[in-house]
């Protein structure tokens, strides 16, 4: 059974930083681009950055670049999303995504992507 289960995140302060993780267990790690995604309350979901298997090339969404990065581990199986500058806005459930098929990046943005599980909730409040 895939299994991705997002965590670390929590309370934040403006202008702080969080780092988020995801465990993937039940499949092939390694092969597949992954992404993160997250999600406010009564919106859709929005991409936020995709990486592909290798951990080479990475994109991000205009309303994140230059403040988060993603990163990847595959030997872990995990997948990493530093946040840093968070703003109000960034306030959302985050969850890790990963490609429809294991030949293709999955493009820029969320419908490119499945995520399982639920997520991890970030506050960005004073």
């Known amino acids: 059974e895939v299994q991705l289960q997002a965590y670390g995140g929590g309370l934040v302060q403006p202008g702080g930083s969080l780092r988020l993780s995801c465990a993937a267990s039940?499949?092939?790690?390694?092969?597949?681009?992954m992404s993160w995604l997250r999600q406010a309350p009564g919106k859709g979901p929005e991409w936020l950055s995709a990486i592909d298997s290798t951990g080479e090339h990475s994109t991000y969404a205009a309303s994140v670049k230059g403040r988060f990065t993603i990163s990847r581990d595959n030997d872990a199986k995990l997948v990493y999303l530093q946040m840093e500058s968070l703003k109000p806005e960034d306030t959302a459930v985050y969850f890790c995504?990963?490609?429809?098929?294991?030949?293709?990046?999955?493009?820029?943005?969320?419908?490119?992507?499945?995520?399982w599980g639920q997520g991890t909730q970030v506050t960005v409040s004073s």
């Open positions: 039940g499949f092939p790690f390694s092969k597949w681009p």
């Open positions: 995504g990963r490609a429809l098929n294991p030949y293709t990046y999955g493009g820029e943005a969320a419908g490119g992507y499945n995520s």
